[in-house]
T-cell receptor
């Protein structure tokens, strides 16, 4: 069993839809949770960073962490074609992944006009 | 924001040759940098942690004699793929750790193709 599980997709939605992306994990030591966006043939870009359980909102993006269920989510409201990318969840036992980041496989998202 | 560059962005080499990839933190100093490998439609897999002035720490299953890492300054780490083979073809991504706040910033990646 992988430490972090993420549905690879692809996920196709119409413009304006609410997108829900999810990851589950097995290591209860993970305390810090991140979502990265990766465009094709580019490096990952940090979108959201949360610590422990709870919600965090930044513009159209909301990150949720449920440590009791070992489940994290990223919601994208009013999705745009420019949101089309691969979204990777990542987790760490130390702040900011100073020790090591463990990534999910990434979910490929396509937002269609 | 923090910027990390990689050079080259793409390289094609023949089997048996060595290739060097550079990772630079452009506007901050990084005592720690990380090297990842990503196969198509797969996740980033950490290869090694590079610490300035000391030996790199390799993940299990990564051959340290094949993937040579040098972190000679606070802004530069290099990965050399020695005696490259077609199975080494992949997307190599580095990240640099900024201390305050603690966060990894990723480079744009290097596409290596070994023919």
């Amino acid at each position: 069993q992988k430490e972090v599980e993420q549905d690879p997709g692809p996920l196709s939605v119409p413009e304006g839809a609410i997108v829900s992306l999810n990851c589950t994990y097995s290591n209860s030591a993970f305390q810090y949770f991140m979502w990265y966006r990766q465009y094709s043939r580019k490096g990952p870009e940090l979108l959201m960073y949360t610590y422990s359980s709870g919600n965090k909102e930044d513009g159209r993006f909301t990150a949720q962490v449920d440590k009791s269920s070992k489940y994290i989510s990223l919601f994208i409201r009013d999705s745009q074609p420019s949101d089309s990318a691969t979204y990777l969840c990542a987790m760490s036992t130390t702040p900011g992944g100073g020790n090591k980041l463990t990534f999910g496989t990434g979910t490929q998202l396509k937002v269609e006009l | 924001g923090a910027v990390v560059s990689q050079h080259p962005s793409r390289v094609i080499c023949k089997s048996g040759t060595s290739v060097k990839i550079e990772c630079r933190s452009l506007d901050f100093q990084a005592t720690t940098m990380f090297w990842y490998r990503q196969f198509p439609k797969q996740s980033l897999m950490l290869m090694a942690t590079s610490n300035e002035g000391s030996k790199a720490t390799y993940e299990q299953g990564v051959e340290k004699d094949k993937f040579l890492i040098n972190h000679a300054s606070l802004t530069l780490s290099t990965l050399t793929v020695t005696s490259a083979h077609p199975e080494d073809s992949s997307f190599y991504i580095c990240s640099a750790l900024r201390d305050d706040p603690s966060e990894q910033y990723f480079g744009p990646g290097t596409r290596l193709t070994v023919t």
